[in-house]
């Protein structure tokens, strides 16, 4: 059945949406609002705002790239085009991979469509800890209610795929909690290609949802134009700063362009909004822009299964377990959800972390290869205190991050959790994805062995797809960057709405808490606009 390419009809219809990379001369733009990134906060800000009437420009760093390109089905294509330095980011030594969006919808084009409620467990916590108000589990309640109506988005009604049915019995098994997890997904074709850019348009990511929507209602999108600053006067913001990139979506052409507006919007997610508010030299006084920058870090266990698992197809990820997240409370030792990844052949080849006879004996395998992660909760003790955004001399973002011995400590239990419910679904062997790691063939074996595996960056795996903080909201202007509604705190004009004002990271995969805080803000936001 043909997929009708949304974006072809609607710039046929009149959607004003322009590639910066066919500039040939500079030029100026006007906006009431200029959102910077069009991801899970950008894309729903542009909707709202853009339905209130005002003049809404949307600007991306990265290219618009439509269902029409993603039929490839195409790992190299979609790491090229989609992701941030075309999958290869990471923290400033190496040590952490980083998964990031970077094309039109940002990471929501690319994420594997779970949405979960912020926990109320963690939105109390920002309460009691770190002086925000206003977004309590009764606060974000029916915002999280208007999100999930939007974008469709429910507990996923097919039968796991086999991959997450490993999850899933050994949880069973062990009588561990399990939940089959929600999608923003309508009429999902099943087809677990959602980190490569869905085919057939069925995940309601930005690209697909809020973006068409707000282009119906006169904003306009340009994309391949990189903002290096915001222009203000110390005390308000007056407009942007910006430069075309080619068409390879990297390299600056020359052609600079100028945006002219009276409100800013920073959304280009945790890293590139830190960044670029430093890049802006935006008025600090307690130096928190780039501090306290929470990632979930990851780690993965590979196991081996009797039956096919065939990783790659299906939704990607439709069981999860919280049984380790909040035993011990927020401040307890660190807490961790357990999920799976799909496997592609690239990526995979990656994890594996082998070579020669090792890496192709694996790749034969891995139609029968199951993974399990854990997102590790950070942020929630003074031994967690995430990373630091900064930027190097060229004003590009640079995230520092260290592994302190709470965070290992996190690594070795969530290794110990993964490898006891692999077995407990049945695993031949499995394997920790560790250079010291071995196949383990028995539960016994994986204890004891995990046990005295040396946890040290480059050593462990460790990866993430979850960027959070680095400008954090509190109403108290020595802790936070803006307060509980986005708003700067020092620079009027300036809101920030994207994962970078989580005051910690959230312990569950996070577009769903930026859609509907986003939604909450901008609302706000749009009346003190229109009043």
Request: net charge neutral.
């Amino acid at each position: 059945m043909p997929i009708d390419d949304i974006y072809s009809a609607g710039i046929a219809s009149g959607w004003k949406v322009l590639d910066a990379a066919t500039f040939a001369a500079s030029r100026t733009l006007d906006a009431d609002v200029a959102i910077v990134g069009s991801g899970a906060g950008g894309g729903i800000a542009a909707e709202i705002l853009s339905h209130a009437g005002l003049n809404v420009l949307l600007l991306e760093e990265g290219g618009l790239h439509t269902s029409d390109s993603f039929r490839d089905m195409d790992e190299a294509r979609a790491y090229r085009e989609l992701y941030q330095e075309a999958a290869a980011r990471a923290t400033s030594d190496g040590a952490i991979s980083i998964l990031q969006g970077r094309s039109v919808g940002g990471s929501t084009t690319v994420n594997w469509s779970s949405s979960f409620r912020t926990p109320p467990q963690t939105l109390a916590h920002w309460a009691a800890e770190h002086a925000v108000t206003g977004h309590s589990q009764a606060d974000m309640a029916p915002w999280f209610a208007q999100i999930e109506a939007r974008l469709g988005m429910a507990p996923w009604a097919m039968d796991a795929n086999p991959n997450n049915a490993v999850l899933r019995r050994g949880c069973q098994a062990l009588g561990w909690e399990w939940h089959v997890i929600p999608r923003n997904v309508k009429g999902c074709w099943n087809s677990g290609y959602c980190g490569l850019g869905c085919p057939v348009n069925a995940k309601q990511s930005m690209l697909v949802s809020t973006i068409p929507n707000a282009l119906a209602h006169g904003a306009t999108l340009v994309h391949r134009l990189r903002v290096r600053s915001i222009d203000h006067d110390g005390n308000r913001v007056h407009g942007l700063t910006a430069e075309a990139l080619g068409h390879d979506g990297y390299t600056a052409t020359g052609i600079g362009v100028t945006v002219r507006a009276r409100y800013v919007i920073a959304a280009g997610g945790a890293i590139n909004t830190p960044a670029l508010l430093l890049r802006s030299r935006v008025p600090d006084p307690h130096e928190r822009i780039g501090q306290r920058t929470f990632i979930h870090p990851v780690n993965l266990i590979i196991a081996e299964m009797q039956e096919q698992i065939d990783p790659y197809y299906g939704a990607p990820q439709s069981v999860a377990s919280d049984h380790f997240q909040w035993r011990d409370g927020a401040t307890g030792p660190m807490g961790y959800k357990l999920e799976v990844p799909p496997m592609f052949p690239g990526i995979s080849a990656g994890v594996f972390n082998s070579l020669g006879e090792d890496l192709r004996r694996q790749m034969a395998a891995l139609p029968n290869t199951n993974a399990m992660l854990a997102l590790l909760r950070d942020g929630f003790v003074a031994d967690s205190p995430g990373g630091r955004v900064r930027i190097a001399k060229d004003g590009s973002p640079i995230l520092d991050y260290e592994v302190s011995d709470y965070v290992w400590d996190g690594v070795r239990r969530a290794y110990l959790s993964m490898a006891e419910a692999q077995f407990a679904a049945g695993a031949r062997r499995v394997r920790p994805a560790h250079l010291d790691g071995t196949n383990y063939t028995s539960w016994a074996q994986a204890r004891d062995g995990i046990g005295s595996l040396p946890l040290k960056k480059f050593r462990a795996l460790l990866f993430t797809a979850h960027l959070m903080g680095g400008c954090a909201m509190s109403d108290d202007p020595k802790r936070g960057v803006v307060d509980s509604t986005g708003r700067h705190h020092h620079l009027a004009g300036l809101s920030v709405l994207d994962g970078s004002v989580f005051p910690t990271s959230i312990g569950a995969n996070p577009q769903l808490s930026v859609f509907a805080l986003t939604a909450q803000n901008a609302s706000a936001l749009q009346k003190t606009i229109m009043a």
